[in-house]
């Protein structure tokens, strides 16, 4: 509601970010508001007056100005969730972002992460296989492609210590993942793993 009334009186475009949109019933969360939400329900002649007043106890009709957009993002790997709820998806486009180990993400490493400037590429290497090998198996599928943030140190690493480092992060975040999705073939995860470490 603060996101809309400062819209109302400012022309630039107002964003509004929910991380995790499925995680909650967004039926309940938005209420009225999404009816309002739709493309064609974005002026004040659609204004619905909501069933909570204003500080003031003032019941006022409300609408959501065309320059405010709502952001949900969620992870659709995450089998312990619902996706969508219908009513919400009619009000939304989607977009896949898929893992992209690019030059924005090279550079990162070298110049803020310290990590070896001729190892990342070959980290890289070994993601992206991972990732194919993901995403042609039939029981996961791209959904469950591993990210940047597994091989993105959150603090600079000292001189020399990216091999250490990148044995870590497969040994205790990467190789527990694969071990979970290859659940009934621990076979498959364990190769995987060898595969990540292969000659490093």
């Known amino acids: 509601m603060e996101v809309i009334k400062a819209a109302s009186k400012d022309s630039s475009a107002h964003v509004v970010v929910i991380e995790e949109i499925n995680r909650g019933n967004p039926a309940q969360i938005f209420g009225e508001l999404l009816t309002l939400l739709e493309a064609g329900k974005r002026s004040p002649r659609d204004a619905l007056e909501l069933c909570y007043p204003d500080p003031d106890g003032v019941h006022r009709a409300v609408h959501i100005p065309k320059n405010v957009y709502v952001v949900g993002t969620m992870n ?46 070959e980290i890289e290497r070994r993601i992206v296989a991972l990732n194919g090998h993901i995403a042609a198996d039939a029981r996961l599928g791209e959904q469950f492609c591993i990210g940047h943030s597994y091989v993105t140190p959150s603090d600079p690493l000292e001189n020399g210590a990216t091999q250490k480092w990148f044995r870590q992060v497969v040994a205790t975040e990467i190789g527990p993942l694969l071990r979970e999705y290859w659940f009934d073939a621990p076979e498959e995860s364990r190769k995987a793993c060898e595969r990540l470490l292969q000659g490093w």
Request: aromatic fraction near 10%; include cysteine.
């Open 76 to 121: 659709i790997a995450d089998r312990s969730l619902a996706l969508v709820d219908l009513a919400l998806r009619r009000r939304f486009a989607f977009y896949d972002l898929k893992p992209n180990l690019a030059d924005s993400w090279r550079n990162w490493m070298v110049r803020r992460c310290n990590v070896d400037p001729i190892l990342v590429p």
